[in-house]
């Protein structure tokens, strides 16, 4: 492909300091990206590494959304995705003119918008939050004042169970966080009834139902590593799993599996676009880049500086 070179990660590593470059990495891409990464983490995480990094170059293994983000922080860096059509179902679900619809038909109503949306939509909400602190953001608007929450209606759905905040809710879900099933979940429960369960707030209520613990997918992380359990099964995307296996040797990890017996639907598919490859190509190239109208990345910082200051 393109005369990648035999010492991959040879050359990347080469690459890297010859741009002064950093590379990201979210939980739910390959291994070896995970591997080959400067700093891995969630979407809250992320978004902070980028904000506060000295690389001139900022090499984003996720997915657009988040490149965008990083964009939207680091105007004066380059910022590139390796693989430029790695989407997001979330995102793809939420075009920023139909919010625009949803907002006229609620004047004066707040917009938190989950990170996971593009860049139009950003520029048009309140305040931004993650599934790390999206209670804190919510919690942070007067009771006084409607919210529209976007895109993820099942964080949504949560985040108003646990503060007590009726909100509208955008109808978008995670082709990977809806895919679980429950009756698979039951049985893995009656196989390992002293495994604990652990699942991202974007999964079904009737999936949060059963879970142990709910959290971001950092907070995940953390939960297995300092939790006194010997199994885990866990509702996430199964990426995950390889930093859980590091900070939690000992301990079993059971990824819960989609409904189709046939197809891997606990792993993201745009996620899993990124390759080595690609990384190595896109670092040489330093293309494709991530590109923005001024106008749009100055609205869209707002909302994202707002979430900042709530911590």
Not at 27 to 53: C, E, H, N, R
Not at 112 to 140: F, G, L, P, Q, W
Request: charged share 25%; with cysteine.
């Amino acid at each position: 492909m393109n005369d990648i070179p035999h010492d991959l990660l040879g050359a990347i590593d080469r690459l890297r300091k010859e741009h002064n470059a950093v590379i990201l990495a979210h939980y739910y891409q390959d291994d070896d990206i995970q591997d080959v990464a400067d700093f891995i983490g969630d979407s809250l995480q992320l978004a902070k590494a980028a904000q506060t990094t000295n690389a001139d170059v900022i090499l984003f293994c996720g997915v657009h959304f988040m490149a965008e983000t990083a964009k939207i922080l680091n105007p004066e860096r380059v910022v590139i995705l390796p693989d430029l059509t790695a989407g997001c179902s979330l995102a793809d679900a939420c075009p920023a003119p139909m919010l625009q619809r949803m907002k006229d038909k609620h004047p004066g109503a707040k917009v938190v918008s989950y990170i996971n949306c593009s860049a139009a939509v950003k520029a048009i909400s309140d305040v931004i939050c993650t599934s790390s602190n999206a209670e804190r953001v919510v919690r942070s608007i007067p009771a006084s004042d409607e919210i529209i929450f976007a895109p993820d209606k099942n964080l949504g759905a949560y985040v108003s169970k646990q503060t007590g905040r009726a909100m509208h809710l955008w109808p978008g879900t995670c082709i990977v966080h809806e895919t679980f099933s429950e009756r698979k979940l039951i049985e893995l429960q009656s196989k390992h009834p002293r495994a604990h369960v652990i699942a991202h707030p974007e999964c079904e209520a009737h999936i949060l139902a059963y879970a142990h613990f709910i959290g971001s997918t950092s907070a995940l992380l953390e939960y297995v590593r300092k939790t006194d359990a010997p199994t885990f099964i866990v509702a996430t995307e199964s990426g995950i799993l390889h930093q859980m296996k590091k900070v939690a040797p000992t301990k079993e990890l059971i990824p819960l599996p989609g409904m189709d017996e046939n197809c891997a639907c606990n792993e993201c598919p745009h996620m899993r676009k990124n390759t080595l490859e690609k990384l190595y190509l896109a670092l040489r190239d330093l293309q494709p880049r991530i590109e923005m109208d001024e106008g749009l990345r100055q609205r869209a910082l707002v909302p994202l500086q707002r979430m900042m200051a709530l911590g």
